[in-house]
């Protein structure tokens, strides 16, 4: 063997050791995976070829020049996920802490655009400390190269970011800028400022999983998507979530083989909406129901329950789903649901994914919170989101449709294609107590017994305007179904709107309510 290939081996073998043994055993007792283990779980195996696996940074002083590792703690690289092409990038921490390089900066950049370039999905395994401050301001700086990168991406190919350890400070913005995060329960954390420096400026005491932990930004903050429990189970969640997604947005999202019948019928649906228009139901049953069986990959699942959104399969072919839920909040819509439905169909629209809409909701929530806080300029979101879409979109209304919620939720005014009603849908301006209340006023009030006048009424508009034939006979549904029957009727309509095409008109970009 040459003295040439000795040393070009000898690399080699210390760049798959990481930082070192110790650190490799430092790691694992954290309940973590090493970076290329992490790497070599996501990957078909042999797939994987390594960029910039010799690269080091050029930092002397300080000590640094004896802290040289190959790879500077970044792996980066393409492979395949289930036989399709993927670019990827594994934080290693075992090496400085994962710390953020300008060479780490330099070798995820090249990732980015060899994705970008040749329109494959990217997927970025983030495990670090932040900033590395013996490199100053240039570590620093070699941040904004990426996320110029990440919005260039934006709408592109599909961006995943998968917390599996600390991230802090600038650091947070890149994830952030993708199309989906997804954190570990114990070991991932994120967040601009740390407990200790939260604790010096506001004197509030907090811990990092309170700060920043994944039940924080699953739940409350809305910066992450899905939740794992360890490193496999988020490796697992990536698969899957991909399985759902196309390799761009000129690709046609991926079609699994038939495995449920597209003339099933589910006779529970008949009964499903009480009787009782203020009793809850689940809605996550209707989808269920409806959806290829098991098939149904909630988004966002812990925030703003009051509205689900999520990826689905009908007859094989993905669709997105948007529902209210009435069994949280009656399904009202608020800031925070507003914000969850407008970016997850604006997502469905960027990778050409038709979207489902379920309707059950007695409109905005009110309250003096909601208004200060922007609910006009939050709400306002959901409906750019959907007439701005141009792909597939069919709603069906299963009861309540109240208002200007009706008209956000993917009304027929709003570029909805088809639209369909159960027959105990209810769509009308307002609830039958506030309408009759502004109706009959002066009835109401020469009454002698007005709250017997107002229950007849209200019953009297319910009878009238509380039901899907009036909106049909205008024309403003399209055909009120049976209940049972949104399987099908649904696989049906979508083959048709398969191959629609419509645009709109050209402009740089529209100014999104932000």
Known sequence: MSDHLKTLRDMRERAMHGGGDERMAQQHARGKLTARERLGLLLDEGTFQELGALATHNICELGMDQQRYPGDGVVTGFGKINGRRVAVFAQDFTVLGGSFSEVQSHKICRIQDVALESGIPIIGLNDSGGARI???????????????????????????????????????????????VIMTRRTSFMFITGPDVISAVTGETVNFGDL?????????????????????????????????????????????????????????????????????????????AVVDRDSFLEVHQYYARNAIVG???????????????????????????????????????????????????????????????????????????YCEATIPKISIVTRKA?????????????????????????IAVM??????????????????????????????????????YYAANVGQIDEVIEPKETRPRLIRALEVLRTKV??????????MPM
């Open 502 to 511: 419509k645009q709109n008109p050209p402009k740089k970009h529209g100014l």
């Open 134 to 180: 013996q490199e100053g301001f240039r570590s620093l700086a070699a941040y904004g190269e990426v996320f110029v990168r990440n919005v260039l991406s934006s709408g592109v190919i599909p961006q995943i970011s998968v917390m599996m350890g600390p991230c802090a400070g600038g650091s947070v913005y890149s994830p952030a800028l993708t199309d989906f």
């Open 311 to 385: 990826f689905g399969r009908l007859d094989g072919y993905c669709v997105g789903i948007v529902a209210n839920q009435p069994n949280y909040l009656a399904g009202v819509i608020e800031i925070d649901s507003s914000d969850k439905i407008a970016r997850f169909v604006r997502i469905c629209d960027a990778f050409n994914i038709p979207v489902i809409t379920f309707v059950d909701t007695p409109g905005y929530l009110p309250g003096v919170s909601q208004e200060h806080y922007g609910i006009i300029r939050h709400g306002a979101k959901v409906i750019y989101a």
């Open 212 to 288: 920043g932990g994944s039940l924080v930004h699953n739940s409350k903050s809305g910066v992450a998507q899905f939740s794992a429990e360890n490193d496999h189970e988020a490796i697992d969640l990536v698969k899957l979530l991909l399985s759902y997604l196309p390799q761009n947005n000129t690709a046609d999202p991926p079609q699994v083989a038939r495995y449920d019948s597209p003339d099933r019928m589910e006779d529970s649906l008949n009964s499903i909406v009480p009787q009782d228009e203020n009793e809850p139901y689940d809605m996550r049953d209707v989808i269920d």
């Open 402 to 426: 109240i208002g200007g919620a009706y008209i956000a939720m993917s009304s027929r005014q709003m570029r909805c294609d088809l639209a369909f009603a159960w027959p105990s849908a209810q």
């Open 431 to 468: 609830g039958a107590e506030g309408a009759v209340r502004i109706l009959r006023k002066r009835e109401l009030a020469a009454a002698s017994d007005p709250s017997a006048l107002q229950a007849k009424f209200a019953h009297e508009y319910r009878e009238n305007f509380f039901n899907p």
